[in-house]
């Protein structure tokens, strides 16, 4: 079987990572690895699509954007950088109900729409999409079936779309 430099990077792990702990990390930059995540928050290596769920999932928990925009893969004794056309992470589930909408993203995270986890729309040269705000300056694809759903549920007060309840009722961002 043949093995990738990032299924490399992924067996070089320890089997147990205190991911709470990720900010502490502050290895020097290990350099550049050929890793892409595209506009539709699709992971790539050296052009290839990733095909190994957990690696998507590891990673998409490693990575972090520092000061001046830069995405990296960080790990306690490594920091490689990759690029990242657009939003980092996706929404890969969406549930309305009860007066919260919940989303699941695909680094494992479940998070409740608030001022914590606000959506926007992220400028991009293909047009404004959107995102959620999911931990550290990551945000979320909010793929556009999802943004559809939300729409629907929006009230409408002064020509704007409302989503949310009371406690975390936001303007849901038009992508003009």
Same mark, same amino acid.
């Given at each position: 079987?043949?093995?990738?430099?990032?299924?490399?990077?992924?067996?070089?792990?320890?089997?147990?990572?205190?991911?709470?702990?990720?900010?502490?990390?502050?290895?020097?930059?290990?350099?550049?690895?050929?890793?892409?995540?595209?506009?539709?928050?699709?992971?790539?290596?050296?052009?290839?699509?990733?095909?190994?769920?957990? $690696? #998507? @999932?590891?990673?998409?928990?490693? %990575?972090?954007? =520092?000061?001046?925009? /830069?995405?990296?893969?960080?790990?306690?004794?490594?920091?490689?950088?990759?690029?990242?056309?657009?939003?980092?992470?996706?929404?890969?589930?969406?549930?309305?109900?009860?007066?919260?909408?919940?989303?699941?993203?695909?680094?494992?995270?479940?998070?409740?729409?608030?001022?914590?986890?606000?959506?926007?729309?992220?400028?991009?040269?293909?047009?404004?999409?959107?995102?959620?705000?999911?931990?550290?300056?990551?945000?979320?694809? $909010? #793929? @556009?079936?999802?943004?559809?759903? %939300?729409?629907? =549920?929006?009230?409408? /007060?002064?020509?704007?779309?409302?989503?949310?309840?009371?406690?975390?009722?936001?303007?849901?961002?038009?992508?003009?």
């Amino acid at each position: 079987m043949n093995t990738t430099p990032a299924d490399s990077l992924a067996q070089r792990l320890p089997q147990q990572l205190d991911l709470s702990q990720r900010h502490t990390w502050q290895p020097a930059i290990s350099g550049d690895i050929d890793i892409v995540i595209d506009r539709n928050s699709r992971w790539f290596h050296c052009g290839d699509p990733f095909t190994r769920e957990k $690696i #998507e @999932r590891l990673f998409c928990q490693l %990575l972090r954007r =520092e000061e001046g925009g /830069e995405y990296f893969l960080v790990t306690p004794v490594e920091k490689w950088r990759i690029t990242v056309e657009a939003a980092p992470l996706r929404v890969i589930a969406m549930e309305i109900g009860q007066g919260q909408i919940q989303f699941a993203c695909n680094d494992g995270s479940d998070f409740l729409l608030g001022p914590d986890h606000s959506i926007q729309a992220l400028a991009h040269s293909t047009g404004a999409l959107p995102v959620i705000a999911v931990r550290d300056g990551l945000c979320a694809l $909010i #793929e @556009r079936h999802y943004y559809y759903r %939300l729409a629907e =549920e929006a009230s409408w /007060e002064s020509e704007q779309a409302w989503i949310g309840t009371v406690g975390a009722k936001q303007l849901l961002p038009t992508l003009e």
